[in-house]
């Protein structure tokens, strides 16, 4: 059975994007309103601020996003989980036991007393389906 790689990617930070957007319209309507009526120049420095404040919030949302996916690597010997900073692996004829919650968004994958969790914040159904056959295929190849 040839090696299967899948990418395990977060949740979109919506909440953050939208306060981003909302920050960043704000701060330029006011900074034009300010500059255009003669406001005092605090005025336009705080709406700058905002502006500045509402990009930076929607970088660091994206670079976030981008930062947080995870690959999953299956091949005949075992897994490997990369990402985020982490790096777990194990092989198959180590496997005791992979479990899934009840909502279906999150594998474990039981070695004796370590675990590895495997969460599908993308709540990405045809993904999670062809994850838990891969596996279960794989296991089945080991241990019978």
């Known amino acids: ?17 939208a306060i981003a957007a909302v ?11 300010s500059v255009s ?6 005025v336009g420095v705080l709406a700058v601020l905002l502006l ?9 949302a994206l670079w976030a996003m981008r930062r947080h996916v995870v690959a999953l690597t299956l091949d005949e010997e075992g897994y490997h989980v990369a990402g985020a900073g982490q790096r777990h692996q194990g092989q ?14 999150r594998l ?13 914040a993308g709540r990405d159904e045809q993904l ?4 838990v056959e891969d596996i ?3 296991l089945r190849a080991v241990h019978g």
């Open 1 to 17: 059975m040839p090696a299967s790689r899948y990418l395990i990617r977060p949740r979109p930070p919506v909440r953050a994007l």
């Open 23 to 33: 920050a960043t319209l704000v701060g330029a309507v006011v900074l034009v309103l």
């Open 37 to 42: 009526l003669g406001w005092p120049v605090i």
């Open 52 to 60: 500045l404040g509402g990009a930076a919030l929607a970088g660091a």
């Open 92 to 105: 198959w004829a180590d496997v005791t036991r992979v479990a899934q919650n009840q909502a279906g968004d």
């Open 108 to 120: 474990v994958i039981h070695q004796g007393q370590a675990r590895t969790h495997l969460v599908f």
């Open 128 to 131: 999670i389906a062809d994850v």
């Open 136 to 138: 279960k295929a794989r």
